[in-house]
């Protein structure tokens, strides 16, 4: 069974609108993570929370908030879509920034 | 700020053959992980080695601290290790940390 789990796996929004990621860890770790990989870049790092609390944020753009409403979930609220926003969004945890355990991503297209 | 640059950016190798992947990094670091993904797949990580030399299985991973670089080494390779392989890295220890991606090397293994 996996053991962070993504929804939805895949996703086609339309420009301009707004979507929520969801993304829940049973690993028991205490920090979360959002990775977002596209076509024209490399796995990129967007955010990390400890203990429920934003701890770095590489993403420059407000249009994407991180919600941690438990201790083992981390979404990510994006609005006012763009084309450029479409990627695979992976969410990940680890437990005192060793190992990293990604989840199996959630494909946003966005037309 | 931190860069990883993996080589070589492809490689095609047939079945039973060793392959060797190569990862260097800008800066010191203090974490170090290998990842694979299989294509639409999310990422697995294959060994956290920051210093050293770990195995697993028939993956050996050799990183030099103070020379900046790891390699992968996957002995006998089969056709179920096609996919991407990818180096990551991160400076800071503890916490929530971020880990900086390298593009990838993308192994094909053929009967």
């Known amino acids: 069974d996996p053991k962070i789990i993504q929804k939805p796996k895949y996703l086609v929004a339309v420009t301009g609108s707004e979507k929520i990621l969801i993304c829940e860890q049973y690993?028991?770790?205490?920090?979360m993570y959002w990775y977002r990989q596209s076509a024209k870049k490399p796995l990129e790092f967007m955010f990390s929370?400890?203990?429920?609390?934003?701890?770095d944020n590489q993403t420059a753009s407000s249009r994407f908030q991180p919600q941690s409403s438990k201790k083992n979930h981390l979404d990510l609220q994006i609005t006012a879509l763009k084309p450029d926003d479409s990627a695979t969004y992976f969410c990940?945890?680890?437990?005192?920034?060793?190992?990293?355990?990604f989840g199996e991503g959630s494909r946003l297209i966005v037309v | 700020g931190q860069q990883v640059q993996q080589s070589p950016a492809s490689l095609v190798l047939q079945e039973g053959e060793n392959a060797e992947l190569q990862c260097n990094f800008s800066s010191t670091a203090t974490q170090l992980q290998w990842f694979y993904q299989r294509p639409g797949g999310s990422l697995v990580s294959l060994l956290y080695n920051p210093s050293g030399t770990k195995h697993t299985g028939r993956l050996t991973s050799t990183t030099v601290t103070k020379e900046r670089r790891s390699s992968l080494h996957i002995s006998s390779s089969q056709i179920t290790d096609s996919g991407t392989y990818f180096c990551a890295m991160e400076r800071n220890t503890g916490g929530a940390d971020r880990l900086t991606f390298g593009k990838g090397t993308q192994l094909i293994i053929q009967p």
């Open positions: 690993l028991g770790h205490n920090a």
């Open positions: 929370y400890s203990y429920q609390k934003l701890m």
């Open positions: 990940a945890s680890s437990q005192g920034g060793n190992t990293l355990y």
